[in-house]
């Protein structure tokens, strides 16, 4: 991997770990941004990191551009051969897919996408090789998903399906975006998925909805005392659930009664690639056990 630094106007650098999102990637800018935040340099005011780069905003009058670009290129060779491994937690989401709320909006924005005479869930579906929407979703749930990033709007996560390379799922954004995306969308846009923290605009294709709250910008909610729940390197499982089942959990969210079941894991990416289903039956069952 060839990384790459730039300035970013008079305050902001910019580090791009690969050009091809990647597990890899993501732990080396992972260790690259964890080092320089511990490094504590005097006019480094914020970090912030993204899915296989970061950004690093800084006061000019603190410490100079150039003198700061070195000293980030110093943390580059540590992080090639740093641990991969970090301790978070595996979340289960459940997703409603096909739901009528997301099949109502992705309708009224048909002449936006690639194929208006099919629905989101028909065409990731059709270009991806699977028979059927049935067997699509199950293998969009079928494996866990890595948290790489939040941001775009507030504790919106990007995620990356634990899955060997040949077996992602890859689907286009839609041709213009959308004006319109109801909250808590489970969306997908190239390889990346997301889910969609609050209703606004938006591109990703949409395959369903959770009524799991992800963000309360209060924090009333006793899982959101922080206000977003996901952060960079949890992982998420989406689990599908019916309308009944979804009208239930609903319920309980509404009533303040609502806990998501979440548990702490360790996650190597060595052991991924050395054993994908292996390592991924395993974070499953630190869920379920």
């Known amino acids: 991997m060839k990384t ?18 990647s597990l890899e990637a993501f732990f080396k800018s ?12 005097d006019g480094i005011t914020e970090i912030c990191p993204a899915n296989a780069s970061f ?5 000019p009058d603190v410490i100079a551009p150039d003198a700061l670009m070195e000293r980030l290129k110093g943390f580059e060779a540590a992080a090639e051969n740093a641990e991969k491994t970090i301790d978070t937690r595996i979340i289960e989401m459940p997703v409603f897919y096909n739901d009528p709320w997301t099949h109502e909006t992705l309708m009224r924005f048909r002449e936006r996408h690639q194929d208006p005479d099919s629905t989101d ?7 991806n090789g699977y028979a059927s929407v049935e067997s699509f979703i199950e293998a969009h749930s079928g494996a866990p998903w890595f948290v790489s990033m939040v941001g775009f709007v507030a504790g919106l996560p990007f995620t990356y399906q634990l899955v060997e390379r040949a077996r992602q799922i890859q689907v286009p954004k839609y041709l213009r ?11 997908y846009g190239g390889c990346f998925g997301c889910v969609y923290s609050v209703r606004g605009a938006g ?10 709250p992800i963000y309360d910008p209060k924090g009333e909610r006793s899982y959101l005392k922080d206000l977003f729940l996901f952060r960079p390197g949890d992982i998420i499982r ?7 089942t979804y009208d239930a959990t609903l319920a309980e969210v509404e009533a303040g009664r609502y806990e998501p079941k979440i ?16 390592n991924n039956a395993k974070l499953l069952e630190a869920l379920d056990g």
């Open 4 to 21: 790459r630094y730039s300035f970013g106007g008079d305050e902001h650098i910019f580090v791009e770990v690969d050009e091809e999102m």
């Open 30 to 41: 992972l260790s690259m941004t964890t080092a320089i935040r511990e490094a504590g340099i």
């Open 55 to 59: 950004q690093v905003k800084f006061d």
């Open 121 to 127: 869930l028909e065409y990731a579906a059709r270009i």
């Open 177 to 187: 975006p959308r004006t319109d995306t109801p909250r808590l969308t489970v969306g």
């Open 203 to 212: 591109g990703y294709q949409m395959f369903g909805i959770t009524p799991m």
């Open 238 to 244: 989406f689990k599908p659930i019916d309308r009944e």
């Open 263 to 278: 548990a702490s894991v360790q996650f190597s990416l060595d052991a991924f690639n050395a054993d994908p289903e292996g």
